[in-house]
């Protein structure tokens, strides 16, 4: 049986659509999920926060401590003057050792850095 | 717009803001079919619509306080069902627009008979049309169950889904037309079609 079909049918028919009834169990379930959210410690977000603070924190002191011990070894005190003003280009140490120190402090740093980025990508749904 | 269980909201909402939890009971016992049903009608799957009402009801209780006492509850409540039964048929189907949200996604068979609410459907020409209407591509079916079911304004659903008026405006032309032809009627100014047309879903 073809019924004429018009706006006001689909609004009418689907108006008067019967609703199933809901689970029986959806009460409970939603009160216990909500229980169990409530009553959950809410830590593990701040100390993975901090963790990402102290990478960042690390990489940074590896990098200023290797500076500073290229400077102090070399027994050159380190020149501010900006060189627009005469003073001579501020350049990668040369030491090797030195060199790596920076590297894997930067290395350490951009990973602390960009720590919230992969744990907001694992915990996508 | 005032809704007629407008107190029992109110005073379970005043009743959670002072520190009784139990009192949310009150409000999922309240909108529990309904929102369920909507989810339903949406994904069309038994275990998913509870899953999608579940998590609607915890989020709601959640995001309680950004919720306006002025405004009715339902309309709010089911905005966040829609968007999260809309998010379980795009991560389902996969299929992404320019959009990004799935709302061409093809709804996939359902088997004569095991479409929960067709079950339920007592007269045959109402059942048609809801058969017709679950077999619409995902967004078309969307678009049709809020605006026919839920009077949402065409801005409304385009807000829930995060796509534009446009957008809802042309999926709703489109499911208009698939049936007309599911229900054997000429789409405007072509000729009559002598028999009805199956397969409505295929685009």
New interface residues.
């Given amino acids: ?5 018009h ?1 006001d ?3 009418v ?11 029986p169990s ?2 409970a ?3 216990a ?3 169990r ?2 009553d959950r410690p809410q830590t593990v977000p701040v100390v993975r926060e901090r963790r990402h603070w102290l990478l960042v924190a690390a990489g940074l002191g590896v990098v200023i401590g290797a500076t500073a011990y290229e400077w102090f070894a070399s027994g050159v005190a380190p020149d501010f003057t900006s060189p627009r003003i005469g003073s001579a280009l501020a350049v990668m140490p040369a030491n090797g050792p030195i060199a790596l120190a920076i590297g894997i402090g930067l290395l350490i740093y951009v990973a602390g850095l960009m720590g919230p980025l992969r744990s907001d990508e694992r915990s996508e ?1 | 717009m005032t809704e007629p269980d407008a107190d029992v909201v109110r005073t379970a909402i005043a009743d959670v803001r002072r520190g009784d ?2 009192a ?2 009150r409000i ?2 309240h909108y ?6 909507l989810a ?1 009608m949406m994904t069309r799957d ?1 275990s998913a619509a ?1 899953e999608v ?2 998590d609607a ?2 989020r709601a ?2 995001h309680l306080d950004d919720y306006d006492q002025g405004r009715p509850f339902y309309p709010w409540i089911s905005t966040i069902t829609v968007r999260l039964a809309q ?1 379980w048929l795009v ?1 389902r189907t996969r299929v992404t627009t320019r959009e990004g949200t799935g709302l061409d996604a093809v709804a996939p068979p359902i088997a004569p008979g095991a479409d ?2 067709a079950t ?2 007592t007269d ?3 059942r ?3 058969e017709s ?1 679950a077999a619409l591509p995902s967004g078309e079916r969307t678009s ?2 809020l605006y ?2 839920q009077d949402m304004s065409v801005g409304d659903i385009a807000r829930a889904l995060g796509v534009t008026s446009g957008t809802i405006k042309t999926l709703l032309f489109r499911a ?1 037309a698939r ?2 032809l599911a ?3 000429a789409p405007p100014g072509t000729k009559a079609p002598g028999t ?1 047309t199956s397969g409505t879903a295929t685009s």
């Fill in positions: 049986m073809n019924t004429p079909m706006d049918h689909i609004a028919t689907m108006k008067t659509l019967p609703e199933p009834a809901a689970p959806l009460r379930t939603v009160m999920r909500i229980a959210e409530a749904p | 939890r139990d949310y009971g999922v016992d529990g079919r309904r929102l369920f049903g339903l038994p509870e009402a579940q009801f915890v209780f959640q998010n991560a929960p609410l339920l459907i045959e020409g109402d048609q049309l809801w209407v049709v169950i026919y079911r208009r049936l007309r229900m054997g009627e009805s």
